[in-house]
């Protein structure tokens, strides 16, 4: 049985939460939160005694009795929480980005090497269901070879979407805490880490960068697009955009993410994430003047927490090493940080 820990329990922590509530071989065993009626309230929910419930993560990795501990904070306590749980000799799964810096990264890195334990950057695209099955179409030779790879996000408003209390959007306006804007910075490590997944290390990014203020003290880093190239004469694109007057249909955040990847002798194009826009299909594939679709492929997003839950879960009892890795994680945050140079600088950088 794998004991778990969770040190941050707000909106997402849900998500974060459902696999281990139902995988016979993991257990939720302690929460922290510096809330502690919400600590308290997701120790009651996931079945966890009242005195396993801490408002100072330090008394949480004083337990004896853990064996993996989920960083669920703000970006800026990445690193230290993380450092803090290494030491005390647990696995670490720390949510997306890992870190604010590199030299940061690097720390975090190196502090799970001297302890022996695993460091993984919780990302979770790319276990959705759609992008699974995509990647199994392109390895299988479907589309040929990859060429090129389109990202669009776009958020909205919707009257569904799941209520996060201003304080959990308050921080990621703060670029001290966040590390970067909300849209590209902090959502955008999704898409970074999907155009990693489907064609490798970009070795060169350009950004351009616009802001959109929603209220004053609130910028939003959109619209925004960024270019990538890849070695081998291959390209990328991502699109992120605002529209307040655009309604998706959604059970999580007001978002409709869309991927289209051009290969030698095909295209292939995966639909939905967060939310939806259309009622196009998870997945098509175009090669050979035909079109298929792929209507049978679970779509809500919280699949993609669950098979990345489970994922780490095997990871650890088969002593394997999971996906993000730390090295995979700093890759994907030296890549983003390359973006947001670019576009304060105008120009292209080399990652």
């Given at each position: 049985?794998?004991?778990?820990?969770?040190?941050?329990?707000?909106?997402?922590?849900?998500?974060?939460?459902?696999?281990?509530?139902?995988?016979?071989?993991?257990?939720?065993?302690?929460?922290?939160?510096?809330?502690?009626?919400?600590?308290?309230?997701?120790?009651?929910?996931?079945?966890?005694?009242?005195?396993?419930?801490?408002?100072?993560?330090?008394?949480?990795?004083?337990?004896?009795?853990?064996?993996?501990?989920?960083?669920?904070?703000?970006?800026?306590?990445?690193?230290?929480?993380?450092?803090?749980?290494?030491?005390?000799?647990?696995?670490?799964?720390?949510?997306?980005?890992?870190?604010?810096?590199?030299?940061?990264?690097?720390?975090?890195?190196?502090?799970?090497?001297?302890?022996?334990?695993?460091?993984?950057?919780?990302?979770?695209?790319?276990?959705?269901?759609?992008?699974?099955?995509?990647?199994?179409?392109?390895?299988?030779?479907?589309?040929?070879?990859?060429?090129?790879?389109?990202?669009?996000?776009?958020?909205?408003?919707?009257?569904?979407?799941?209520?996060?209390?201003?304080?959990?959007?308050?921080?990621?306006?703060?670029?001290?805490?966040?590390?970067?804007?909300?849209?590209?910075?902090?959502?955008?490590?999704?898409?970074?880490?999907?155009?990693?997944?489907?064609?490798?290390?970009?070795?060169?990014?350009?950004?351009?960068?616009?802001?959109?203020?929603?209220?004053?003290?609130?910028?939003?880093?959109?619209?925004?697009?960024?270019?990538?190239?890849?070695?081998?004469?291959?390209?990328?694109?991502?699109?992120?955009?605002?529209?307040?007057?655009?309604?998706?249909?959604?059970?999580?955040?007001?978002?409709?993410?869309?991927?289209?990847?051009?290969?030698?002798?095909?295209?292939?194009?995966?639909?939905?994430?967060?939310?939806?826009?259309?009622?196009?299909?998870?997945?098509?594939?175009?090669?050979?003047?035909?079109?298929?679709?792929?209507?049978?492929?679970?779509?809500?997003?919280e699949q993609s927490f669950i098979h990345a839950t489970r994922h780490l879960i095997d990871a650890l009892h088969d002593?394997?090493?999971?996906?993000?890795?730390?090295?995979?994680?700093?890759?994907?945050?030296?890549?983003?940080?390359?973006?947001?140079?670019?576009?304060?600088?105008?120009?292209?950088?080399?990652?």
């Amino acid at each position: 049985m794998l004991r778990v820990g969770i040190i941050g329990t707000g909106r997402i922590s849900e998500l974060h939460a459902l696999e281990y509530l139902r995988n016979d071989r993991a257990q939720i065993t302690a929460v922290c939160d510096i809330d502690e009626e919400c600590a308290i309230r997701r120790a009651a929910d996931w079945g966890v005694p009242p005195n396993r419930a801490f408002t100072n993560h330090h008394d949480l990795l004083s337990l004896p009795d853990l064996d993996l501990v989920e960083i669920l904070l703000p970006h800026h306590l990445h690193h230290p929480v993380t450092l803090d749980t290494l030491a005390a000799g647990r696995h670490v799964s720390v949510q997306k980005p890992m870190a604010l810096s590199l030299a940061q990264a690097d720390e975090m890195i190196a502090a799970a090497k001297a302890a022996k334990r695993t460091l993984r950057v919780y990302e979770n695209f790319i276990f959705y269901p759609p992008v699974v099955h995509a990647k199994d179409l392109i390895e299988a030779g479907e589309i040929g070879d990859p060429l090129t790879i389109r990202i669009k996000s776009n958020a909205g408003f919707s009257p569904t979407a799941w209520h996060v209390p201003l304080s959990a959007w308050a921080w990621r306006f703060d670029p001290e805490i966040c590390g970067g804007g909300p849209m590209l910075f902090d959502d955008g490590h999704h898409k970074f880490a999907l155009a990693w997944h489907f064609m490798g290390l970009a070795e060169e990014v350009h950004a351009w960068m616009g802001e959109m203020e929603l209220m004053p003290g609130r910028v939003l880093d959109t619209p925004a697009i960024v270019s990538w190239k890849f070695p081998n004469n291959r390209f990328g694109s991502l699109e992120v955009v605002y529209s307040p007057q655009l309604q998706i249909e959604t059970s999580y955040y007001a978002q409709d993410d869309r991927v289209e990847i051009t290969g030698t002798r095909g295209v292939i194009w995966i639909n939905g994430g967060h939310g939806r826009l259309t009622d196009a299909p998870p997945v098509s594939l175009a090669r050979d003047g035909n079109t298929r679709t792929f209507d049978d492929i679970p779509t809500g997003w919280e699949q993609s927490f669950i098979h990345a839950t489970r994922h780490l879960i095997d990871a650890l009892h088969d002593s394997a090493q999971p996906r993000l890795t730390g090295a995979e994680g700093r890759a994907i945050l030296r890549s983003l940080l390359a973006a947001q140079h670019s576009a304060r600088t105008d120009r292209s950088i080399r990652v």
